[in-house]
């Protein structure tokens, strides 16, 4: 196992918690001036930003749904597995930690330090749907544009677009995690572990589905199309 690796993953998932959860700060600091929009295009600029950093180092995980996808599909080993979530985890708790002294406690509070939550016209059930449905189009994203060799090397700009098109939609239902460690950052320093399943099982079975299915339809490791 890298340290590099290790490392790249940590500051990779620490960038995506301290600047999507900061945006969210920042829309209740201008009065609701940033919106929905302002925070996906805020996900989406620090993960395609971070992919393409991370990518050469430990491949731009970032995301321990996306790491279990690998593993699925064997592409690393559980060592490697375990190590990769910790970093990320690790991570998404310091970015929220540093949050803390960064801006005022009372903004935090008022926008619940950030945490993804249910929305109020939706039910955790439509919730875990939803993050089932983005992390599964993330995979498949990552599948098409990263790991085969065919697609123009530009994957991590696809990434965070893929992102950002989640927290559109999903923004209003679920609070637009598709990644634990995401959740999990704001969740430790607020203690607020309500519909927790939803953000680790959402993801996680997002991308378990979206490795095993582009696998086959991407044959990535051969290199051709089925």
């Known amino acids: 196992m890298s340290l590099r690796a290790l490392l ?7 960038s995506i918690v301290f600047v999507g959860v900061g945006a969210i700060v920042a829309d209740d600091l201008t009065n609701g001036a940033v919106g929905l929009t302002g925070v996906a295009l805020a996900f989406t600029f620090v993960v395609a930003a971070m992919a393409t950093a991370t990518i050469p180092v430990s491949g731009g995980h970032l995301n321990p749904a996306v790491s279990l996808g690998m593993l699925i599909s064997g592409r690393m080993s559980a060592k490697d597995f375990a190590g990769y979530v910790v970093a990320q985890c690790l991570g998404g708790i310091a970015a929220s930690a540093l949050l803390m002294k960064s801006v005022s406690p009372l903004s935090l509070e ?6 993804t939550s249910i929305g109020e016209s939706a039910t955790p059930g439509m919730g875990v749907i939803v993050e089932i449905a983005f992390t599964f189009l993330l995979m498949f994203v990552i599948f098409a544009t990263v790991l085969d060799k065919r697609a123009p090397m530009i994957g991590a700009i696809y990434i965070g677009l893929s992102i950002g098109m989640g927290v559109f939609v999903a923004g209003p239902i679920s609070g637009g995690a598709f990644n634990p460690a995401r959740w999990l950052g704001p969740a ?8 927790a399943w939803v953000y680790i099982v959402g993801p996680l079975a ?13 044959d990535v490791r051969s290199g051709e199309s089925v």
Do not use: K, P, Q, R
């Open 110 to 115: 008022a926008v619940n330090y950030g945490i």
């Open 8 to 14: 790249a993953e940590f500051i990779g998932t620490f």
């Open 206 to 218: 997002g991308g378990v589905l979206g490795a095993v299915l582009c696998t086959w339809l991407f």
């Open 188 to 195: 430790v320093i607020s203690g607020d572990y309500m519909n």
